[in-house]
């Protein structure tokens, strides 16, 4: 081969290696743009396929609890002084001395208790101390009322000067005495007279027996008159109510009089379940356990069929006037309503014939 042919085919060569360097560049530059497209392109699909087809908005909800407003309760009316508070809570027991309880106005009973001093006396009677129910038997009563009867009672036997702090309720005056309705015989007779002559204690006459009340009347409704407005014996004056007239006295002991002079009729007796003895189960557990839960103070104890037999025969009535209104057996004693005077008649009732229901 001749030096030119070589020359020429060596430019050819050269020529061509150029042309192959340009077109693989170019061929570079279109792979890197479009790829490049694509590849964010590819991005963007995968993340529209992978997308969740909703979303959960989670609120966080806190509960506020708002207390509930105090209610406050107020007792009403004004307070009652001690004498009044004595006259419907301890006279029952404290005039009689039953139960152990001891007798207003007898300084030698009181002695021992006056000497533990009026705060001990007060902390008995808003507690309740043996037979003695918390508050005289009503939860109603302020403990500056108990203490005013606490105050009264110590007065009488000269332990304290004082009757209490709070004020006496202003004096009514005569115009209003003169129009104010008497009281029955019968009303007085259950206010004042019946927690004694209801079951003949310390030696009360009791309410319809002819035999007992026969000497007493042959002494004169003069001489009657006069025992119960100044009291005789255990009797306290005017049934320990100084608020009674002297006809509504005279009323009373007519009242008990009329009594014995015609005898009525024997109530029907009520069956005990025709009372709620739900209800009487409550009241029991309140009212009636500390003794008939038990058996203390010659107390029959509930389901005590033995115990009871002697008493269910002598007839419902019979034992609700008991309850109602106290007793003293041979062995032990009552207090009126249990202690719990402020309970209505009804609730008595029931109490009762819950216990009769258990040994039925």
């Known amino acids: 081969m001749s030096q030119p042919d070589v020359i020429k085919n060596v430019g050819k060569g050269v020529v061509v290696g ?6 693989f560049m170019f061929v570079v530059l279109l792979a890197g743009l479009f790829g490049s497209s694509d590849l964010e392109e ?17 609120i966080e909800e806190r509960s506020v609890v708002v207390p509930a407003p105090v209610q406050i309760v107020q007792k009403t009316g004004p307070a009652k002084s001690g004498q009044e508070v004595y006259n419907s809570a301890c006279m029952a027991c404290h005039a009689t001395g039953i139960a152990g309880a001891p007798k207003y106005g007898d300084e030698a009973a009181w002695a021992p208790k006056v000497a533990k001093g009026e705060a001990t006396l007060v902390e008995s009677a ?6 003695m129910p918390p508050r005289g038997g009503n939860p109603d009563f302020s403990d500056e009322e108990i203490k005013a ?16 702090a709070i ?39 009791k309410f319809g027996d002819k035999d007992m009340w026969a000497p007493r009347v042959a002494k004169g409704s003069a001489a009657l008159i006069n ?8 009797m306290p004056p005017r049934g320990g109510n100084p608020d009674l007239s002297e006809e509504e006295v005279k009323a009373a002991i007519d009242y008990m009089l009329e009594a014995i002079s015609e005898k009525l009729a024997e ?19 309140t009212a009636c356990n500390a003794c008939h ?26 034992l609700f006037s008991h309850a109602l209104n106290g007793f003293q057996g041979n062995s032990g004693v009552m207090p009126p309503k249990g202690g719990s005077t402020h309970l209505p008649d009804d609730d008595i009732k029931a109490a009762v014939a819950y216990m009769v229901s258990k040994v039925k």
């Open 293 to 318: 839960g038990t058996g203390i103070v010659g107390s029959p104890k509930v389901g005590d069929k033995q115990a009871w037999e002697s008493r269910v025969t002598q007839g419902m009535e019979t």
């Open 42 to 58: 590819s991005k963007d699909l995968r993340s529209e396929r992978i997308k969740p087809l909703g979303q959960i908005n989670i």
């Open 126 to 131: 808003l507690n309740g101390l043996n037979a």
């Open 18 to 23: 150029g042309i192959a360097v340009v077109v």
């Open 227 to 234: 025992s119960a407005l100044n009291g005789l014996n255990a």
């Open 149 to 164: 009867a606490v105050r009264y009672i110590l007065k009488a036997v000269g332990g304290s000067s004082a009757e209490a």
């Open 267 to 285: 109530p029907v007796a009520i069956a005990p379940s025709s009372h709620d003895l739900a209800r009487g189960e409550q009241v029991y557990q």
């Open 167 to 205: 004020p006496e309720p202003p004096a009514t005056s005569t115009a209003t005495q003169a129009t104010a309705p008497s009281k029955s015989g019968q009303e007085v007779y259950n206010s004042a007279c019946s927690v004694c002559h209801a079951i003949g204690i310390v030696g009360a006459p």
